[in-house]
């Protein structure tokens, strides 16, 4: 079982500045592909930046030039460098991991969310 915390939401001023943090515990054997989504009130869920297991990023073209996506293999936890907020970037921000992890015998897929770490931009 494969467990997936954020941490690091909050309240800032519009042009303020966030840093999230996503931690993953658990019998992992490899990481893959992993992302940070948002979902505000009304809306459904949206991708807001991913990460390959090679480090190669991607981007909602609402957040580029603000946010970056990083990633600690070794201390299995992802980030989220968020500047230049906006009140539009309010939402409940959630990390997902995929990879692999050890099972009995061999490895099988895995794929997690977090519980979600609420960010409120003010203006």
């Known amino acids: 079982q494969v467990q997936v915390v954020e941490s690091g939401g909050g309240l800032v001023q519009a042009g303020g500045s966030l840093r999230l943090s996503c931690a993953a515990s658990?019998?992992?054997?490899?990481?893959?592909?992993m992302g940070w989504y948002r979902q505000a009130p009304g809306k459904q869920r949206e991708l807001v930046a991913g990460?390959?297991?090679?480090?190669?990023?991607n981007y909602a073209d609402s957040v580029k030039g603000r946010f970056t996506i990083s990633r600690d293999n070794a201390k299995l936890t992802m980030f989220l460098q968020m500047n230049s907020l906006k009140p539009e970037d309010t939402a409940v921000y959630y990390c997902?991991?995929?990879?692999?992890?050890?099972?009995?015998?061999?490895?099988?897929?895995?794929?997690?969310w977090g519980q979600g770490t609420q960010v409120t931009v003010s203006s």
């Open positions: 990460i390959t297991s090679g480090g190669k990023t």
């Open positions: 658990g019998s992992i054997f490899s990481t893959d592909n």
């Open positions: 997902n991991w995929r990879g692999k992890v050890y099972t009995s015998p061999g490895v099988a897929d895995f794929g997690s």
